[in-house]
């Protein structure tokens, strides 16, 4: 069966410091991969998704994630975190031959010191 | 666009009463799914549809539960009757053709079962 992990569930970093939230899948079929954020008290807004071609995703808010199939990884970045960005991470797989559904990690949650 | 809009933004009822909860997507989008988000299970999928019949309803978590899509502008999710067990925040997304395509989600109702 298909799922998504997220090793990390807090991480705090300062303000200005770069950031890595870390995603693995298990999936038994080609993975469309996706990141989502969610600020407090409101739904997921999509950050960046990977279904083919280039491995290295840019996306919203300055966001890229790189795809890593030998490692089932899709791991999200950015290079100088603003105090904004203080939210929660979801970290998403899904697949054609599951349907149009997606399998969500559990999420983590950054803090941002300034 | 307004986005996805869910009704109403917050519910409390007691044990036993029944609840619905109502979701409008996204004009033309053809797909809309419910999702029940708890600390400890996180974000899961209860039900999707795609041009308003249901795909997947391997996630409602028993004949307590019930969705219905009676035109594509509208959806319901009905608890009957509810339990404490049910307190969640319960977000709709809709989107337009398949797996690779964003989902937008509305920003939940969270939902209280004294």
């Known amino acids: 069966a298909q799922s998504v992990t997220q090793p990390d569930i807090h991480i705090t970093v300062s303000e200005g410091a770069s950031l890595e939230l870390r995603c693995n899948y298990s999936?038994?079929?080609?993975?469309?991969l996706f990141w989502y954020v969610q600020s407090p008290g409101q739904g997921l807004q999509l950050l960046l998704k990977y279904f083919s071609g280039d491995t290295l995703v840019q996306g919203i808010k300055g966001f890229e994630a790189e795809f890593k199939r030998s490692q089932s990884s899709f791991n999200l970045r950015k290079p100088s975190v603003h105090w904004s960005d203080a939210a929660e991470y979801f970290c998403?797989?899904?697949?054609?031959?599951?349907?149009?559904?997606?399998?969500f990690g559990a999420g983590t949650i950054l803090r941002v010191k300034s | 666009d307004a986005g996805v809009i869910q009704s109403p933004r917050h519910e409390v009822t007691e044990m036993g009463q029944e609840v619905t909860l109502r979701c409008k997507p996204i004009s033309g989008h053809n797909s809309l799914f419910w999702y029940r988000q708890t600390m400890m299970r996180g974000l899961e999928l209860l039900i999707y549809f795609n041009n308003n019949v249901p795909i997947d309803d391997s996630g409602m978590p028993e004949d307590r539960f019930s969705a219905k899509m009676p035109n594509a502008s509208f959806s319901t999710l009905k608890i009957q009757p509810s339990e404490p067990r049910d307190s969640a925040v319960y977000f709709c997304a809709s989107h337009w053709g398949s797996v690779t395509d964003t989902q937008y989600f509305g920003p939940g109702t969270r939902l209280t079962v004294l």
């Open positions: 998403a797989v899904g697949a054609k031959e599951y349907g149009n559904k997606l399998v």
């Open positions: 999936y038994g079929a080609t993975p469309y």
